[in-house]
């Protein structure tokens, strides 16, 4: 016979309550569903791809802690992402799923002028969240003033004099050839970056290319016909920009290849195998500083080594500032409150890029633009070294 004392009786009595409070809690916890919008297929994959693991592994931080805790609530996170295509009209459908399917009221992502604007199209009169990256001043120019979007990497406007100093100083380029993807977005992007280049005393010479096209050989050899002695692949998609390297390298052209713009490096050095060897970038992280290793590792553990573009901490610090957000507002439902508190966020460090620092209102006329140190990188032996470290004024 087995007898059971009165003390463990009412041991396990304890122990049985303290299980059944546990899971009471674990099943109290609500879904809080965090939306994604990015491209999957296409020249602009390695970007989506960012998006989505940035993301996933700040609430997989968050969920693994016991998840949100908002207005005396548990919440387990969801990340629901849609594929945009790396296009507009897949931006806005993808945003429209999201946004009036799903109900979501804050998106991670997309990147990229055509899809972020689109999305906004639907986000911003319905107030929900959108934490992004586009080049195009459109995207925080003054008619967005009061709008709920944000932008969590730095575009030429902002990175563009200190990179072109280093550039003017360090390469002693003369005439620089540019392609640029034949729509609106390449046609607001290029004029800029071409007078920052002539105020430099730099001759630029610019042709255009269709979106999605894979064959670049005939614009390069237009652009070495006119004695160019720099090609910059700028803010070009990173199947795109790797396959520019590739072949102009490929038909012969043996003078500087570099990068004003859209940081991705081992997508680039993947696409271009040896070509891309010398090849001059600017990049938004250093993913060999003793700050970035718990990340780097974090990403290891989840995905493998494999490549990690600096999109990736960009968005994972994104997710992570929204949350935070939401925390100290108080709310999940009134994106008003969360939007205000994303913007008094200064000094929050996620634990990748140092203290929040928020610019771009004497530009864009609102303060939605994250202030980031950044990198130029040379591709030595296959591997991106760091050359120098800037920063924006």
């Not at 042709?207 to 006119?226: C, H, N, V, W």
């Amino acid at each position: 016979m087995i007898t059971i004392s009165r003390r463990n009786a009412l041991a396990g009595i304890a122990a049985a309550a303290a299980v059944a409070t546990v899971a009471s809690t674990a099943l109290a916890a609500e879904t809080l569903k965090i939306g994604a919008i990015g491209s999957l297929s296409g020249g602009g994959t390695a970007w989506g791809l960012a998006i989505k693991r940035g993301a996933e592994l700040a609430i997989d931080e968050v969920n693994q802690a016991g998840g949100l805790s908002v207005g005396g609530k548990k919440y387990n996170l969801e990340l629901l992402m849609y594929d945009d295509q790396y296009t507009g009209q897949g931006g806005k459908t993808a945003a429209e799923r999201l946004v009036f399917q799903d109900k979501v009221k804050y998106i991670v992502g997309p990147i990229g002028s055509n899809p972020v604007l689109s999305a906004m199209e639907v986000t911003t009169p319905q107030k929900v969240l959108l934490m992004s990256n586009g080049y195009t001043p459109k995207i925080l120019d003054n008619e967005h003033k009061a709008s709920y979007n944000f932008r969590f990497t730095l575009t030429n406007l902002e990175y563009a004099p200190s990179m072109m100093k280093w550039v003017k100083e360090n390469l002693k380029v003369t005439k620089v050839g540019i392609l640029v993807p034949n729509d609106a977005i390449g046609q607001s992007v290029a004029p800029p970056l071409v007078k920052l280049y002539q105020d430099n005393g730099i001759q630029t010479v610019v042709d255009y290319y269709e979106r999605g096209s894979k064959e670049f050989s005939p614009l390069i050899t237009r652009l070495m016909a006119a004695g160019i002695d720099g090609f910059d692949i700028n803010f070009n998609a990173p199947g795109e920009a790797g396959l520019m390297v590739k072949q102009a390298r490929q038909i012969g052209y043996d003078k500087l290849i570099y990068q004003m713009g859209g940081p991705s490096v081992p997508e680039i050095i993947e696409v271009a195998g040896q070509h891309s060897e010398g090849f001059i970038s600017y990049e938004m992280f250093d993913f060999d500083a003793p700050s970035a290793q718990p990340f780097v590792k974090a990403y290891a553990a989840k995905y493998g080594k494999g490549i990690i573009n600096s999109q990736t901490p960009a968005f994972y610090n994104a997710t992570k500032i929204l949350l935070e957000a939401m925390r100290r507002a108080d709310t999940v439902d009134d994106t008003t409150k969360i939007r205000d508190a994303v913007e008094k966020l200064a000094g929050y460090d996620a634990g990748v890029y140092g203290p929040v620092r928020w610019t771009g209102k004497a530009t864009y006329g609102v303060d939605h633009q994250l202030a980031l140190p950044f990198y130029v990188v040379e591709v030595k032996n296959g591997k991106p070294v760091t050359r120098a470290v800037l920063s924006v004024d």
